[in-house]
């Protein structure tokens, strides 16, 4: 073992700059030798339906950004922002602490006083699904907005763009919607609809990193259609630093308002540690502030602190240089999952693709056709160690949280009967997909799968 004293005497005569990459240099021994083994697949082992994939330099980039000490945004937060864009081919990227609040600062500058008249006021209306996740739609409610709920296609699990049309009204200002499990909802359809009738589009991407989508022969990722994208690196997702998030847009008015939003509400565009960049702090007049009052002190929304560290940034660097592999990966073992299930199809629903997209498949979503009940299945692949998940709410507002709302008959509006959307509540689970699954995995799982159904 070594001691105090022999670790302060291999740092003696270094500098500082030496002593640190000796430091990373054990932690990427330490990594590929106790986070680098991989063992074979045994038959009844636990199948989590997402876990990290990772290697040892996720961990020299935590522990360098760890001895650097700066902890909030910095150098590995302006470099992930950068690298994020380059790989969406957009213009301006936020790092945030979380997918959720990605999705709260996506509504939430869309209510900035920037915007003029096509901003949200409470009492305006956003078209959504209840099929989802509920921190799409928990924004809108929370600011005083009216989320309109409309049913959901089955086995695209997206919004049912027929209903758009009849979900309009005087008060409609925007469209807020996730792709589901990486599948992409009809994007043309919908962007169609919303710059027809002057509709905000914000992409809940959260699930869909990666996805392609071809629009009038172009082919874009997901979330950089719409006005605004959303991304979570939560440990489940397409990529994982831990906590974390990102809003990305190409309209700068927007893009302030994110950053505004962000950062304590305040009008300064300083990052964390840096003053003047505009060499105008103290010569302004703000509001009703008195003239040259300190603009890094000058608030222009009624904000949030919803930054990510920089140690969060520094292990989303190393994963994004890993990422278009994850892609190929989620697509390989979707491809591979559904072949294995075919045969299936009398009792089983699978799933497909929207048309005009290649998906970054998040999980593989499966619905039970009349006659196959999907708690046995649930409970028997469960027992044989394959983790399953539901739909996430399954519908929305059948919860708790909806029942003041619920019992008032005030707060949203439901066009339609979401008839598909109380389906994949009683009827649909999915199963994961991830980049550190083997075929062996894929193939134990099927085969499970077709038990279950099989009563064996």
Same mark, same amino acid.
Not at 240 to 243: D, H, L, P, R, W
Not at 426 to 431: G, L, T
């Given at each position: 073992?070594v001691?105090?004293?022999?670790?302060?005497d291999?740092f003696?005569?270094?500098?500082?700059?030496?002593?640190?990459?000796?430091?990373?240099?054990?932690?990427?021994?330490?990594?590929?030798?106790?986070?680098?083994?991989?063992?074979?697949?045994a038959?009844?082992e636990?199948?989590?339906?997402?876990?990290?994939v990772y290697d040892?330099?996720e961990?020299v980039n935590?522990?360098?950004s760890?001895?650097e000490?700066?902890?909030?945004?910095? =150098?590995?937060t302006?470099?992930?922002?950068?690298?994020?864009?380059?790989?969406l081919g957009?213009?301006?990227?936020?790092?945030v602490?979380?997918?959720?609040?990605a999705?709260?600062?996506?509504?939430m500058a869309?209510?900035?006083p920037l915007?003029?008249?096509?901003?949200? =006021?409470?009492?305006?209306?956003?078209?959504?699904?209840?099929?989802g996740f509920?921190?799409?739609?928990?924004?809108?409610?929370?600011?005083?907005?009216?989320?309109?709920f409309?049913d959901v296609?089955?086995?695209?699990?997206?919004i049912?763009?027929?209903?758009?049309?009849e979900?309009?009204s005087?008060?409609?200002?925007?469209?807020?919607?996730?792709h589901t499990?990486?599948?992409?909802?009809d994007?043309?359809?919908?962007?169609?609809?919303?710059?027809?009738?002057?509709?905000w589009?914000?992409?809940d991407?959260?699930?869909?990193?990666g996805s392609v989508?071809?629009?009038?022969?172009?082919?874009c990722?997901t979330?950089?259609i719409?006005?605004?994208?959303?991304?979570s690196?939560y440990?489940?997702h397409?990529m994982?630093?831990?906590?974390g998030?990102?809003?990305?847009?190409?309209?700068?008015?927007?893009n302030k308002?994110?950053?505004?939003?962000?950062?304590?509400?305040?009008?300064?565009v300083?990052?964390?540690?840096?003053?003047d960049?505009?060499g105008? =702090?103290?010569?302004r007049q703000?509001?009703?502030?008195p003239?040259?009052?300190?603009?890094?002190?000058v608030y222009?929304h009624?904000g949030?602190?919803?930054?990510?560290t920089?140690m969060?940034?520094?292990?989303?660097?190393?994963?994004l240089?890993k990422f278009?592999?994850?892609v190929? *990966?989620? *697509?390989?073992?979707?491809a =591979?999952? *559904?072949?294995?299930?075919?045969?299936?199809?009398?009792?089983?629903?699978?799933?497909e693709a929207?048309?005009?997209?290649?998906?970054?498949?998040f999980?593989?979503?499966i619905?039970?056709k009349?006659g196959?009940d999907?708690?046995?299945?649930?409970?028997?692949?469960?027992?044989?160690?394959i983790?399953?998940?539901?739909?996430?709410?399954?519908?929305?507002?059948?919860h708790?949280?909806?029942d003041e709302?619920?019992t008032?008959g005030t707060g949203?509006?439901?066009v339609?009967?979401?008839k598909?959307t109380?389906?994949?509540m009683?009827?649909?689970?999915?199963?994961g997909?991830?980049p550190g699954?083997?075929?062996?995995?894929?193939d134990y799982m099927?085969?499970?799968?077709?038990?279950?159904?099989?009563?064996?």
């Open positions: 073992m001691t105090i004293r022999e670790v302060t291999m003696e005569n270094q500098t500082e700059q030496q002593a640190r990459e000796e430091i990373l240099d054990i932690v990427r021994q330490y990594a590929d030798k106790f986070h680098g083994r991989k063992k074979e697949f038959e009844g636990r199948i989590p339906y997402a876990s990290r040892s330099a961990m935590l522990v360098d760890a001895l000490f700066w902890l909030t945004s910095g =150098r590995y302006e470099e992930f922002e950068r690298k994020m864009a380059e790989y957009i213009k301006y990227c936020a790092l602490n979380s997918g959720s609040s999705n709260l600062l996506a509504f869309l209510t900035s915007l003029g008249d096509r901003r949200i =006021r409470r009492g305006d209306e956003v078209i959504t699904v209840a099929a509920p921190t799409t739609v928990s924004p809108m409610i929370q600011f005083g907005a009216v989320p309109v409309v296609t089955i086995p695209q699990y997206n049912d763009t027929a209903m758009l049309e979900a309009l005087e008060k409609t200002k925007a469209v807020m919607i996730a499990l990486g599948n992409p909802f994007l043309k359809t919908v962007k169609d609809f919303c710059d027809k009738h002057g509709l589009l914000v992409e991407n959260c699930d869909a990193l989508y071809e629009l009038d022969g172009k082919k990722l979330g950089t719409g006005d605004i994208g959303t991304s690196f440990p489940p397409h994982t630093m831990g906590e998030g990102a809003v990305y847009t190409n309209n700068a008015v927007l308002a994110i950053r505004s939003f962000r950062d304590w509400g305040r009008d300064c300083c990052p964390p540690g840096r003053d960049l505009c105008h =702090r103290f010569d703000y509001g009703e502030l003239l040259g009052y300190d603009h890094k002190y222009s009624f949030y602190n919803l930054k990510a920089d969060q940034a520094a292990i989303g660097c190393a994963q240089d278009p592999k994850f190929e *990966k989620r *697509k390989a073992n979707f =591979r999952l *559904k072949a294995a299930l075919a045969g299936t199809e009398d009792k089983l629903i699978l799933p929207c048309d005009n997209s290649s998906p970054s498949w999980g593989f979503l619905t039970c009349e196959t999907r708690n046995a299945i649930v409970r028997y692949v469960e027992s044989k160690g983790q399953t998940r539901m739909l996430f709410a399954g519908n929305l507002i059948k708790p949280c909806f709302m619920r008032d949203y509006r439901v339609g009967s979401l598909n109380d389906r994949i009683k009827d649909s689970f999915w199963i997909v991830y699954m083997t075929d062996e995995m894929i099927a085969r499970m799968i077709k038990s279950a159904i099989d009563g064996r």
